[in-house]
Each structure stands twice: as C-alpha cells, then as structure tokens.
C-alpha cells in the first residue's frame, strides 16, 4: 500500500459519510485529512505506526485509528458497512457533472432513484423540477451530463491507463518465456483517452499457455473475458480492459506495427505497400511470391518500404506517411531538452508545497529553472494573490535565488482573463514578472465569437507570454469553450505569444491536432505541468507525449529555451 492508495480510502470514506447524511464536520474531517495526507511529504507510514500521526494539524485520533487499520486490513469496517447501506449506482451517479453527494442523497431518498438509468428517466418525466435545489436548468445540467457520461464512459485518462500498462509490462517482462514485450495501441501512440490497454508479447508456441495462465491469474484481475492461446481479455480493478496478444518472435516487428495502429495509419500503409508489390498484415512484409522479407524490427520495416522511420506518435494518417517518404519526418522533443519547468502553483495560493520545496524538486530532477504561477486576485477560489502577497513571494523567491546553485526561480503569475478580455492586474503590477500566464478561469458561457475576441484582446497586452490551457477542456469531464484556435493560433504568431500545452492529464490543452498548425505558424508551445504539489510536477511527461503527436521539436518548444532565453522572450514583446 502507498500513500496515494491511503488518500483515496480517506476520499472514498468522505463521499460515503456524505451520502448517508453523516455529521458534516465528520464529512469534512476525511475530506481534510485527504488533503494533508497529499501534501505531506515526509513518511507517512512510519509516523502512523509510532503514534504520531495525531501531530499532524488536521488528523485527530478518529482518522488516526482508521488509517491504522486500513494499512494493517487493507480495508474499514464502517466503510465496508457502509457500502452495504449505499446502493452502488449512487457512486456511479456521483461521476455526473453537478451531481455532488448532496444531490445524490436528495433523489435517494427522496425520489427513491439509486443508478444512472432510473435518474435519466426520472429527468425525462420532469421529475427534479419541483425537487428542493433543483429547478428545470438544474435537470437539463444532469441530462447533458448523462450523455456526456454515456460517450466517454468506456474510456480512461491516460495517466490512469499508463499506470496499469506499466505495471501489466513489468510484471509480464520478467517471465523467462517472454522474449520481447511492448505496449501497443492507442496508449504507444500517446492518444489523451483510452478505450483498452494493449500488450503484445514474442514467444515460443510452447509457452503460450503458461503466459497467458500468468497474465489472466495476475492480483488486480477483476474478470477474465476472454482467454486462448493467441489472445486473452482481462477486466483490471481499476474498470480498464486490457487484452494480451502473444506472437512468435520473428513475427514480432509486424505485428507490433499493426496493433500499435492507428487503423487509418495501418490502411494507408497497406495501400503504399501494394504499390511496391508487397503485402503487409500483422505476419509479415512479403513479396508477390509471398516469401516474407525478414525484419529485426519496425524500423527495419519502414526502410524496405524506402520509407524513414515513423514513431507511433505520429501514426494517425495525418501526414506522416508523406513526410516519411520525403525523409521529412521530425526530430520529435524529448523530455532531455527540458530545461525548466514553467506553471506551478505554491502555497502562496492553491498548491500544498512551498516555493523553496518545489525548487529543489526541480532541481533534483535535473531541471534549471522553475516558473512560480500562482493565481492572481480574482481567483478568490484559489487564494489569488493580493499586491501585497506578491510583493512578499517576490522577496522569497530572491532569497531562494541567492541561496541556490545552477538554478533559478522565475517570478510569473497566472493572471485571470476577465470577461471583457482585460487582465486581472494593470500593466505596472504586471511589468514587475519575469513572464505572465493569461488563463480564463470563469464566465465559460459565451459564443465562439465572445470567447475568441476575448482571448486575442487578452493576449494583446504587451506583457502576456502564454496563453494558458487555451480551451478550458477537462476531459471526460466537460467540453471547452467554443473559441475558433485558428484564429488565436494566428493571433499568437502575429503577437509572439507562445500557447500552453497543459500537461495535467485532466486537461492536455491545447489538443494535439492543433499542434501542427501552430508549428507551421512558428507558435512556440509551452509545455506546463500546471502542478499544485510536488509530484504533479512529472505530469510533464503527458505533455511530451502530446507534444511528440503534434509533431513539435525542441526549437518549437519555449521551456526547451534556457532561463535567460525564456526572459528575454517575454521582454522582446514589451519593447516592440
């Protein structure tokens, strides 16, 4: 058991207390030590099996003694019994937008509605209107998120699908009758949501059945759905499916190609193979006379097909197969020309860490920079900083600078773009940043006209450098604004304003697909964690992969400039 597993317990425990209409304080007391236990950073173990936990602000002898027994049970009675008490669809129910534990209580208990299907119906007969706290707009609200929930709910975030792919490769690596392992799929060509995770494995015909036992028998295997000597079907704990496929070894290369897809990458490529007089599938690369052409690997497929070599992240029929025979494929960044790390919130406004823990976080894991943004004053929710506040996180981070070698803290801030597309602090307040980070936070509803003229109009100001997470999507979870990127993008070439890609895995703004445009525009794209505690810092990784997709170098990229680059970037326009 690890800390993340302890939070989601403490979490879980708050959600069931809610919904059963416990003592609010009791609620917020799980809810609270959730959040503690997240930001702290020493051994949480080790304190909770000496006694001491209770001298953490915020965890009393309650929380105490069941964080004691879920390490040493891997469970809680009262949350078990709970659970008895809850219908099951309810937590279900609880992954509707708007539809928090109070909600869900209130068409419980008083409409008698415990899953998805009866609180639809109950929507479509007009039923939540007269409800107490919900009204018509409120009811339309849960019938768009029903749909929403209904087409995204076979597929999982990236970071979640990767974390279980990881641990099905490692414990499957080290099987003695694995000969070569990868993971395939949508999750090797760095998709943001999955449906299934895929595994591809090169063995002997002798040692299928002994794999495939191993991978159906492994410890977070909810259901099996499917299994066979060529291919087996698991259901994970988490609700992801993950499929096994096992092919002799020489085979390897072709099929790894084939399930790494896309389908239309796979299609296109086919069709240019059948002009050479070759066919492809996932068995070979074979002549008219159907004797195969060995490959030791992908690449070596892609050069008898006189093509250069196409990473997976590009494989989506979007250009690539063009550029490959053109040998105009790109460089793709990589996460060594990372120099700094550029969006990251403190404890000055919504982050659990400090400027000086997050610093040498950083530099720890071989960075030499780091931009402080936290939220500026209209973001009350987040504890937006006051002129005051800034004056004195300017101070510390000058303090921080003196006492650090080989690195740097960057003062900036993530300042609100308000309705009418000015920023949350005058240009006198602004000038004292190294860069600023224009986001909108609020006032979602507007058309695409409003929304486009309000960032452009935002990102006019002289002292904008990034255009933060520019769609404002969540995914799963709710759809941007509508704003038309095409016109920002060009607004942003014109301006010298470089675009976030936001790499928090929820977000993943700006999507892949407008990446290429805005590299062709000479756009730089910023790739930023948008953390709030130390370990959301290595998020950044989502935004390599997603980066890598929309085929961006390390020229294209603004963090892959040093700390002095990135500076006189953000000063070039203030002087223009």
Not at 148 to 159: C, G, T, V
Request: include cysteine; charged fraction near 30%; aromatic fraction near 6%.
């Amino acid at each position: 058991m690890d800390k993340k597993q302890l939070v989601e317990y403490l979490e879980e425990m708050a959600v069931l207390l809610d919904l059963k209409g416990e003592n609010p304080f009791k609620v917020r007391a799980y809810a609270n030590a959730a959040r503690i236990l997240q930001g702290y950073s020493g051994d949480i173990f080790k304190i909770i099996q000496n006694n001491e936990i209770t001298k953490i602000k915020g965890i009393g002898k309650g929380i105490a003694d069941f964080l004691s027994e879920v390490i040493e049970t891997e469970k809680s009675k009262e949350a078990e019994n709970l659970k008895k008490e809850i219908p099951k669809g309810l937590l279900e129910m609880l992954k509707i937008q708007g539809m928090g534990p109070k909600k869900v209580r209130a068409v419980w208990k008083l409409l008698n509605i415990t899953n998805i299907g009866e609180l639809e119906y109950a929507c479509q007969e007009n039923r939540l209107i007269d409800l107490e706290g919900f009204g018509k707009k409120t009811q339309d609200k849960i019938l768009i998120g029903i749909e929403f929930l209904k087409k995204y709910s076979e597929r999982h975030l990236i970071s979640k699908a990767r974390e279980e792919a990881d641990n099905l490769y490692n414990e499957l690596k080290n099987l003695p009758a694995v000969i070569q392992i990868e993971i395939a799929g949508s999750l090797r060509r760095w998709k943001e949501t999955i449906k299934d995770i895929d595994l591809l494995v090169g063995a002997t015909d002798s040692d299928r059945e002994k794999i495939m036992d191993f991978f159906t028998h492994l410890s977070n295997v909810e259901d099996v759905s499917g299994k066979g000597l060529t291919k087996s079907s698991i259901i994970l704990k988490s609700g992801i499916n993950a499929d096994l496929r096992i092919v002799e070894d020489h085979q390897f290369p072709y099929a790894l190609h084939h399930f790494t897809g896309s389908k239309e990458h796979n299609v296109a490529m086919r069709e240019y193979a059948r002009k050479l007089k070759l066919k492809m599938n996932e068995y070979g690369l074979f002549k008219a006379n159907e004797e195969n052409i060995p490959c030791k690997d992908e690449r070596d497929i892609f050069s008898h097909l006189n093509m250069a070599y196409i990473p997976p992240e590009l494989r989506e029929n979007y250009g690539e197969i063009e550029a490959a025979l053109n040998d105009e494929i790109p460089v793709l960044v990589n996460q060594e020309e990372i120099k700094g790390i550029v969006h990251v919130h403190s404890n000055y406004s919504d982050g659990v860490n400090s400027i000086e823990e997050l610093a040498y976080f950083c530099q720890k894991n071989g960075y030499r920079y780091l931009v402080i943004c936290d939220h500026s004053q209209s973001a009350a929710y987040a504890n937006g900083l006051t002129i005051n506040q800034i004056t004195e996180q300017h101070r510390e981070i000058n303090d921080i600078n003196s006492n650090m070698d080989n690195f740097r803290v960057l003062k900036s801030i993530e300042c609100d773009i308000l309705s009418d597309g000015t920023l949350d602090y005058d240009n006198k307040l602004l000038a004292t940043f190294d860069l600023v980070i224009a986001s909108i936070h609020s006032g979602f509803k507007m058309s695409e006209e409003e929304a486009t003229k309000r960032v452009i109009r935002a990102i006019e100001n002289p002292y904008v450098t990034i255009l933060g997470h520019p769609t404002g999507r969540l995914l799963l979870a709710r759809e941007g604004y509508p704003i038309d990127m095409n016109a920002v993008i060009d607004a942003a070439s014109e301006l010298n304003v470089a675009i976030e890609l936001n790499a928090n895995p929820h977000r993943l703004d700006i999507d892949w697909r407008l990446l290429k445009l805005a590299k062709l525009k000479r756009v730089k794209i910023s790739i930023n964690p948008d953390a709030h505690r130390l370990e959301g810092i290595k998020d950044i990784e989502y935004g390599i992969g997603i980066a890598r997709k929309g085929w961006l170098t390390q020229s294209d990229v603004l963090n892959c400039l040093t700390s002095d680059e990135l500076i006189q970037f953000a000063k070039i326009r203030q002087t223009n």
